[in-house]
C-alpha cells in the first residue's frame, strides 16, 4: 500500500490582509485521497473540518484575523499530522470513504 500525505494552502490577500484561505491536509491511501483536516472561511466563517472523528465536526474557531488563524492553522496541521492521520486510520476511516 502506497500512502502519500501533503498540506494543501491557499489564500487570498487584499493588501496586506488575508481575506479568505483554506488549509487542506489529507493523505492518499490505496490511490484514494481523503481529508483529514481542514481549516477554511467557506459559510462565512473561520473553522476547523474534522474527519478524524465520527462523525465528523464543524468547530468554530475564535475570532482573531484571518492572517493569525491562517497561521494558527498551519502550524497545527506541521505539527500534528501524524497524530491526526493516525486516528483516522483507527478509526478506519480509510477504506471506507
Given amino acids: 500500500m502506497v500512502v502519500t500525505d501533503a498540506m494543501c494552502a491557499e489564500f487570498t490577500r487584499e493588501g496586506g490582509e ?9 493523505t492518499v491511501i ?11 472561511c467557506a459559510h ?20 482573531l484575523s484571518l492572517k493569525t488563524l491562517f497561521t494558527m492553522g498551519f502550524e497545527d496541521i506541521e505539527k500534528n499530522w501524524r497524530v491526526y492521520k493516525e486516528k483516522y486510520l483507527k478509526l478506519g476511516m480509510g477504506g471506507d470513504r
Avoid: M
Fill in 18 to 26: 488575508i481575506t479568505d484561505f483554506a488549509l487542506v491536509y489529507y
Fill in 30 to 40: 490505496g490511490g484514494v485521497e481523503h481529508q483529514i483536516l481542514r481549516y477554511d
Fill in 44 to 63: 462565512g466563517s473561520a473553522h476547523k473540518d474534522v474527519f478524524y472523528v465520527k462523525p465528523p465536526q464543524k468547530q468554530k474557531l475564535p475570532g
